[in-house]
């Protein structure tokens, strides 16, 4: 959610002056602050944040708070890679562009992609749809591919792997 308000140009990146602004609006933090925190997300140097680096840096931190106890290299490896698929399937799904998924737009893609019945595919909505807004947001998708993830103990093929999901795998 951060990251979509942070990327008022809607151009996918958060460029310097849009985390400046975010981070001015949002956080009481120094300007010296802002800045070095820029810098440690932005990984590659080239002045805009992407998705990718903003889950690095989170991940990056989660493990430094948690100790070296915390979160492995494989752990964070599978996390990234789960989060990835579940952006993946959201992208996919997300025909308007809007940032959330439509019981319609989710309903479409899952018919054209799976093998589920109606009313499966209408309770996989309504179990993703956590708040009950009648939308699914990026977040929600993930946390459904995250806790698939840990129910099927990293052996799972995802909602999303090249084949056909069923409500097991969820």
């Known amino acids: 959610e951060m990251f979509e308000m942070a990327d008022t140009s809607g151009d996918g990146v958060i460029s310097k002056q849009e985390f400046d602004y975010y981070m001015k609006r949002n956080t009481k ?3 010296e602050m802002i800045h070095d925190a820029f810098r440690m997300i932005d990984r590659d140097g080239d ?14 931190k989660r493990r ?3 100790g070296k106890s915390g979160l492995g290299g494989g752990e964070e490896d599978e996390l990234l890679m789960c ?3 579940a952006d993946a399937l959201f992208e996919r ?10 019981k319609m737009e989710f309903e479409l893609h899952m018919k054209r992609n799976t093998k589920h019945s109606d009313i499966a595919i209408r309770e996989l909505f309504s179990m993703m749809d956590v708040d009950n807004d009648g939308f699914i947001t990026r977040d929600e998708v993930r946390r459904v591919f995250l806790r698939q993830k840990k129910e099927s103990g990293g052996n799972g093929a995802g909602i999303e792997g ?5 409500m097991g795998e969820l």
């Open 83 to 85: 989060s990835r698929d």
């Open 162 to 166: 090249g084949e056909k999901m069923s």
């Open 29 to 31: 933090h120094s300007k």
């Open 64 to 66: 430094e708070v948690n």
């Open 47 to 60: 002045g805009e944040i992407t998705m990718e680096e903003v889950r690095k840096a989170f991940l990056q």
């Open 93 to 102: 799904a997300d025909t308007s562009g809007d940032g959330y998924l439509s």
